[in-house]
């Protein structure tokens, strides 16, 4: 059995502002997702929201970059964006930057993790996802899972993890990937990944026990802003990860959210703020648009049907984490419009920041060396 797990997310309208998708807009979905279930297209379906992204988590038996999924997440996107312009949403149909859909979904706005793999006899799957924040935002966690010893104890005593994981680095500018192995390599990854706006952990391959091309982490790594040329939200990133016997477990993959990193996102896709691991109930962005949020969704996959969710950051032990992350976005907002709460220039040059220079940029004079 090797069932494809697709998680493809869209911002088609928010409510109020950027907070949150509306109920209606979900079930307007699950209607699209139960009658291609129902059809032999899909064989499961799990549709949710982080902040204003609309979240469909698929299953099917078409293999990565399927057009007969993509573009029935296309369909589904521009439906839920025709209902949201009924309902006057905010910002009805923002991710969707091309008219017409041509065989791909990949750079036309919508994000995208998909994975193929020969499914386990115990197969525990965790999805991630975060709003108000960009691609790079997984750098840190994803890393510190399969890579850092003092996350993840099965790199230290488990000998069927601890021959290592493969890393693959996207350069998301240049266009250019490079793979690269832990724990060998892991200062010059670490060279690469801590620049986190330009190279992003794309994928992650076992080394051993399982099959060395099935991935067994996928992250999305659409920018908006490269696509548009010009801000259009940012790129609320999500990410399928598999866990357990050979892999890191569970509490191994949620381990590096108990620690409430700085994320660039936030208000206006422009400021630095500290990620907060929230549970579905609270996965909406208030505070000046956020602080950024990751939700995580367990389930167990049988012959690709999903088994759960369990709302993993639905529990006490996190809310110490909240409260800290809170107190950073605290501090962060005391420093209003200066780095680095707002981010560097160079971060902001698909925002509207340009437009503001520009009008200032005829009495500038030219000063004494
Ligand atoms: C960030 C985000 C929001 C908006 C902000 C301004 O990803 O979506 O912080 O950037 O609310 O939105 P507009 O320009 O639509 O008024
Ligand atoms: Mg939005
Ligand atoms: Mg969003």
Known sequence: MKPTVSVIKADVGGCPGHVKVHPKTIERAKEHME????????????VTNCGDDLELIMTHKKGVDSEEIHNLAWNTFKDCT?????MKLYAAGQDLLKDAFSGNIRGMGPGIAEM???????????????????????????????????????????PSVNSGFIFEIWDIKEHKMVKMSAPEEI???????????????????????????????VISTEKLSFIAGKYVGKDDPVAIVRAQSGLPAIGEVIEPYSFPFLVSGWMRGSHNGPIMPVSQRYAQCTRFDGPPRVLCLGFQLAEGKLVGPVDMFDDPVYDNVRVESAKVADYMRKHGPFEPHRLPLEDMEYTTLPKVLEKIKGRFKTTKK
């Open 35 to 46: 009658e291609a279930k129902n059809s032999g297209l899909l064989i499961d379906y799990y």
């Open 82 to 86: 025709e209902l949201a312009k009924k």
């Open 116 to 158: 193929e793999f020969t499914e386990r006899p115990g197969e525990p799957l965790l999805i991630f996802m975060m709003d108000k924040t960009e691609p790079g935002a997984f750098n840190l966690p994803i890393f510190k899972t399969f890579a850092d010893p003092f996350n993840t104890a099965g790199l230290v005593i488990d």
């Open 187 to 217: 200062y010059d990854i670490l060279a690469l990944i801590g620049a986190k706006e330009r190279y992003v952990i794309k994928r992650v391959y076992p080394r051993a026990k399982l099959p060395e091309d099935e991935p067994v982490a």
